[in-house]
């Protein structure tokens, strides 16, 4: 993660308690209809996160997921999880892509992104793209019609994110790319798309190495 690994876990708490306290503002159902999420009660909502149903508390700002409800959600994934639920504006998908590098504040961090986001999908699905949309399925992950092989995939509801793969030969190193609805920038800041992007991607590549 670009800026969270750096920053302490007293920090990780304080922007924790900031989007806590946000969502407590928040009216629920106008909160729903901007993220997609669904109201359960007067207090909870469901939302889908990398194709897995959450439970999201609007008062306390817990999060458990619905499919295992003792699995711990890791504090990364919480803040994301918030900061899509209190930053959402309910902007429809244009079906405009763009590159990191045309997300306001991305190309500060896109030598980062770089490193952290495309080079490891290159060094684990360039040389046989296809690996790519078998271990994409349980994510949620739709081709697309880009490159050697693309998927498309909806990490929150109401954004798109797509990777794109060129297979490399002997003459040609594999390249790729990822790219974001041009409406994503009405859900979360550069710094959390990245964070979003890796936790994506590394999820990707874990679930190819499970794979026989």
């Known amino acids: 993660m670009i800026i969270y690994q750096n920053i302490t876990e007293e920090s990780f708490g304080l922007a924790l ?3 806590i306290k946000r969502l407590n503002t928040l ?5 729903c209809k901007n993220t997609g999420a669904f109201l359960i009660d007067p207090q909870k909502i469901l939302l889908t996160y990398l194709n897995h149903p959450y439970l999201v508390d609007l008062q306390s700002g817990t999060i458990s997921s619905r499919e295992d409800p003792g ?3 890791s504090l990364k994934d919480r803040i994301l999880i918030l900061h899509y639920l209190t930053q959402a504006k309910g902007t429809p998908l244009t079906h405009r892509l763009i590159t990191y590098a045309q997300i306001q ?3 500060f961090y896109c030598p980062a992104f770089q490193k952290r ?3 490891p999908i290159l060094n684990s699905f360039g040389n046989q793209p296809e690996s ?3 271990a994409s399925q349980e994510l949620g992950g739709k081709l697309a019609p880009y490159g050697d ?3 498309y995939f909806h990490p929150f509801p109401l954004i798109k994110l797509v990777i794109v793969l060129w297979r490399g030969d002997e003459e040609v190193s594999p390249n790729g790319n990822i790219l974001f609805d041009k409406n994503i920038t009405e859900y979360l ?3 959390d798309i990245a964070v979003l992007s890796e936790t994506l991607i590394w999820k990707l590549i874990r679930k190819a190495k499970r794979s026989p």
Not at 27 to 31: A, D, F, G, I
């Open 132 to 134: 790519l949309i078998e």
């Open 189 to 191: 800041s550069a710094e």
């Open 17 to 19: 308690d900031l989007a």
């Open 149 to 151: 092989a693309s998927v």
């Open 117 to 119: 986001t495309i080079e």
């Open 105 to 107: 504040g991305g190309r």
């Open 71 to 73: 699995l711990e959600v």
């Open 27 to 31: 009216e629920s159902e106008e909160l």
